[in-house]
């Protein structure tokens, strides 16, 4: 018995799938970029150019991380409209998700102890980072809240085709 699952329109997930794929695109240009940014701010603030390479690795390895999870969103999206979400291999991605998520924020802290260590910030810039990291924490949460959501789904629908 094949059941139709409710898909969202084909012209959303085109959208979505354009624009995961433009902000992948922005990463790369990102990672490109940053070393001759960093330069460049290094050469302006040479008081602080000894910060360089550690900022430097941070910036990097939070974009390499944010570029991960964009591959781990995109298949989903295709699997929603293709009705085969509901699979355990889903669950991995998910999982793979909050490890991004949960890496960043890792991260972020990294960077304002290195920041601080460095006496280079200000209250400013530790109150983004204290914003970042609330926010990626709440995106792992509710990320962790749609994963039960959809180990339930994917269990009930186990349970229903043994039924059938």
Known sequence: MDLELPRPPLTLVVIAEVLLGALFIVGLGALALLPGVSADVAARLPEYADLRGPLLAVANAVTILGLLALTMVAPLVRRVYGG?????????????????LAGAVVLIVVGFFVISNGQAGSPFVALIQAMACLTLLALACITLVLRSLLKSAILMRAELDEVV
């Open 84 to 100: 085969s979400v509901l699979t355990r291999s889903s669950l991995l991605r998910v999982d793979l998700l909050v490890a991004t």
